[in-house]
């Protein structure tokens, strides 16, 4: 019984576990990955829209198609300059954000214990517009 309980805390606080463990280095990884993941989503969305082949693409950009491969995939980290060039070449704004993050309170707001209620207020308010 107490081995259920232990792994039933483990299993509701998987992430916490994650950061206890890795001391929050995991999530520079995960934002890291995160920002290439967009980057490599942007342009297959572009070659897609356009058309293009990736041997295409990169004759347009004036790399190789194998750098436009390792970009889609996410396994390159390009420089800024490389993405500079990139934007200018696709006519794209490029754009690069340093401050301080806000606070997300999304959870913090939103109360589990008020669930019921929550939505039953919603429903009556639905209803009155409707």
Do not use: C, H
Not at 28 to 51: A, P, Q, V
Not at 60 to 73: D, I, R, T, W
Not at 106 to 120: H, K, Q, R
């Amino acid at each position: 019984m107490l081995n259920n309980k232990r792994n039933k805390l483990i299993l509701e606080n998987a992430w916490n576990l994650v950061d206890e463990l890795d001391g929050g280095e995991l999530d520079d990884e995960f934002e890291l990955d995160d920002i290439l993941t967009d980057i490599s989503f942007k342009l297959i969305d572009y070659r897609i829209e356009n058309n293009l082949t990736q041997k295409q693409l990169a004759s347009k950009l004036s790399v190789s198609q194998a750098m436009v491969s390792k970009l889609e995939s996410g396994e390159y980290n390009p420089t800024v300059e490389l993405l500079f060039k990139i934007s200018k070449k696709l006519e794209w704004k490029f754009e690069i954000i340093l401050e301080k993050p806000g606070k997300m309170q999304i959870w913090n707001e939103f109360s589990f214990a008020n669930l019921n209620e929550d939505m039953i207020s919603f429903e009556g308010k639905m209803g009155e517009i409707a």
